[in-house]
């Protein structure tokens, strides 16, 4: 049976009901940072169990939040983290920092984007869910884990 994971990052503090209704029927959610406040943690965790991380802008001691994550996942792991300790971050930066992970997961950039390398790992930034910036919409992840085959799909909010 897959395993279907929501996948956002950058809320600076905004849940839109739009991202609650893309994430319904996950069985867990992972937040790449720049969660923006405990609330945006709860209004996930009322859908599935959240794996959070923190971003530049978020509390390091926010106990709900950690640097990064490594998730396990039907054999693959799946590593966290804002991305922001990347400087600049790009996928090929975060697939040569993270080697160990399969599916590295990262925001920041505020740009969504999906990339497999030549051995089949994959990077994903799901984009920023929260508050509209830059020229880019709105938009979160939703990865499936199908035996040992991941598959992203970008939602646009």
Do not use: W
């Not at 051995?119 to 884990?145: C, E, H, M, W």
């Amino acid at each position: 049976m897959p395993h279907v994971i929501g996948v956002i990052s950058d809320t600076h503090g905004l849940v839109r009901p739009e991202a609650l209704s893309a994430l319904d029927g996950v069985e867990m959610i992972l937040h790449a940072g720049d969660v923006g406040g405990p609330a945006v943690i709860e209004a996930l965790a009322a859908i599935a169990p959240v794996h959070a991380v923190f971003g530049n802008v978020d509390d390091p001691a926010n106990p709900l939040l950690k640097r990064e994550r490594a998730v396990a996942v039907a054999g693959l792991t799946i590593h966290v983290s804002h991305g922001h300790e990347l400087g600049r971050p790009t996928p090929e930066l975060a697939l040569a920092r993270y080697r160990t992970a399969d599916i590295v997961v990262f925001g920041h950039t505020h740009r969504a984007v999906v990339v497999r390398d030549a051995s089949g790992r994959l990077a994903l930034n799901p984009g920023a869910a929260g508050p509209r910036r830059f020229d880019v919409k709105p938009s979160l992840g939703l990865l499936t884990i199908d035996g040992r085959q991941a598959h992203v799909e970008i939602v646009q909010l």
